[in-house]
């Protein structure tokens, strides 16, 4: 492992971690599904950093559309109309789920949650909104409290008027079932009672990743998210799908949503709209929601709503994604080669619990127990109590990977490019390092 302490690096105050002295890898440049690190170090990027870059590091025709602009407007005001802002919208809109035909720009993921929640408000003049647990919409004031897991503790008041309800989840059902179809008819049947007892004249919204991202990858039964979008209609309920994680192309689809054939009311989108090359996100807003807007102001806005640099990322990365068949080759990455690769390590290592995914997002979650499902280590395991997740890392970037960590999972989420044969050599190191990792289970890994 190359590991370089750089002084610099430690007067960046880091997010979600203790202050202080590290030993991480500095990586220096990028290409493709790899990045470099300075002493000619090249590693492997199995999480696409926090499952961002779609499109790999450097693609030639996002950097050249970055360029591009640069050259000509490097920045302007939101209050201005821009071609290359409105090419995006264009382009987004072209891929969306039908009724969906306007785009609210931010610059990240938690932003454009905080608007699509203030859009429902302001359309229908109730307060609360629904989350299900097992969820991350990012760490700003409204997303973090609509965040369903340990994210959330230290920063709850307690006070946003969010309810949070349990979302179909087959691994770990908390209805008891035994089949998807159970679970999903369940599930939904929970959700019901919840707005029923909340009072449907209360909630203004829901917010539901169609794939759970980083809570876990759980792909939810078929029918569930048209489940959730006939309840919300019934209820006058505003459907806000956060596709941050999983738009643009991460399952083998252009929106995960696409999967049960649903269009949301608002759609939330950011990272591999443009690969993460400039700061963007957004929300894709339906027509009726528009409509509230077009008799009185939005009163809201943000200097960099529709950075030109960033929207010019956006063409070129959509515009890629468009000629390279992006989609189908993450749908392909699923089905010939993390799929069954995955499936085949979860036969010989003991530590693994549950193997899940779609498309290009997986993940491995690593177990004391099959039996009990007893996770590996305890939720917010840090030092000698999360040793089994250290030693996983450990391997993984002695062998030139760079894996993505969370809790007691692995996420599997290279770019959605990669070749088969970098896909393979990433599934060999992950199975060396789930041997380190079966060490703590007691049980040897079978060969
Ligand atoms: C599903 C989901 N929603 C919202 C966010 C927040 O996005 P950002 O980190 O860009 O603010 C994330 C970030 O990982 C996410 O995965």
Known sequence: MTSVTVDLDELVFHPWTVQGPRAVPTFVSGSGSHVL????????????QLVFTNLGHQHPRIVAAIKEQADRLCTLAPGYSSDIRGEAARMIVEVAP????????????????????RLAR???GRPKVLAAYRSYHGSTTTSIH??????????????????????????????????????CERALAHLEQVILLEGPSTISALVLEPVTGSSGVIVP?????????DLCTRHGIVFIADEVLVGFCRTGAWFAVDHDGVSPDLVVFAKGVNSGYVPLGGVLVSDPIHETFTSRPYPAGMTYSGHPLACAAAVGAIGAMRDEG?????????TDMLGPGLAKLAASH???????????????????????????????????????????????????????????????????????SDAATGLAILDEALAAADTFTGQASVS
């Open 37 to 48: 690190d300075g002493d000619g170090g090249r590693y492997l990027d199995f999480g696409s």
């Open 98 to 117: 039908e009724g969906l035909g306007h785009v609210l720009f931010t610059t990240g993921g938690t932003e454009a949650i905080e608007h699509a929640v």
């Open 122 to 124: 302001l359309h229908n």
């Open 146 to 183: 609509l965040t369903g897991d340990p994210r959330r503790w230290a920063s709850d008041t307690g006070a946003a008027g969010v309810v949070h309800f349990f979302g179909a989840f087959p691994y770990r059902s908390a209805f008891g079932s035994t089949t998807p179809e159970e679970e």
């Open 221 to 229: 039964p078929a029918g569930y998210l048209r489940g959730v979008r």
């Open 326 to 334: 992006t989609a189908a080759a993450a749908s392909r990455l699923g």
């Open 350 to 420: 003991p530590s693994v619990g549950d193997v899940r995914g779609i498309g290009g997002l997986w993940t491995v979650e690593l177990v004391r127990d099959r039996e009990t499902k007893e996770p590996l280590m305890s939720i917010g395991a840090t030092g000698e109590a999360n040793a089994p997740m250290t030693a996983v890392l450990k391997t993984c970037l002695d062998r030139g990977l760079v894996p993505l960590i969370l809790g007691n999972r692995i996420h599997v989420a290279p770019p959605l490019n990669v070749s088969d």
